[in-house]
């Protein structure tokens, strides 16, 4: 990314994950073990590709002369279905873990439980939160010398 500040709001996006896993679990009175953990790194990751997916849109209209409001709503508009169909697919994968029964049963549904309610929460929220994460944060390091220097030097190529 060339910047400290544009991965910053790539990684805002995770509590939004690990809030949506942690109340799944907590609606379906299931620990927080070791198998809940695992499935809380999967969400992050999702969650992390998820914002990626609008955030490197968003970066490059900005670098082809758009404003950045402008060019991080229109990210936001063309990455939607995408982001939307690969956490639907992901989802609905989770959904027979969550759901389980039988032997060993307890700790599939704990994984298929918080990934699915990360990976919801992520989703709906992400879509609308990730476009004001990184315009914040484009705004607030935008004041620095060396950030100046870089998006002159880009805006040049």
Avoid: C
Wanted: hydrophobic residues 55%.
């Amino acid at each position: 990314y060339e910047s400290w500040s544009i991965p910053l709001a790539v990684l805002l996006v995770v509590p939004l994950g690990v809030l949506g896993a942690l109340l799944g679990a907590t609606l379906r009175f299931l620990p927080n073990d070791i198998y809940f953990k695992v499935g809380l790194i999967a969400t992050i990751g999702l969650s992390a590709k998820n914002a990626i997916l609008i955030i490197e849109v968003a970066k490059d209209l900005v670098a082809q002369g758009m404003g950045l409001i402008e060019a991080t709503l229109e990210a936001a508009r063309l990455r939607f279905r995408p982001i939307v169909m690969t956490s639907l697919a992901f989802a609905f994968g989770v959904v027979p873990l969550a759901l389980a029964s039988g032997t060993a049963s307890a700790s599939q549904r704990a994984i298929g439980t918080g990934v699915l309610g990360g990976i919801i929460a992520a989703t709906v929220l992400a879509v609308f939160l990730v476009p004001v994460f990184f315009v914040v944060v484009r705004r607030v390091f935008k004041g620095s010398e060396r950030q100046r220097r870089l998006d002159a030097a880009h805006e040049h190529e």
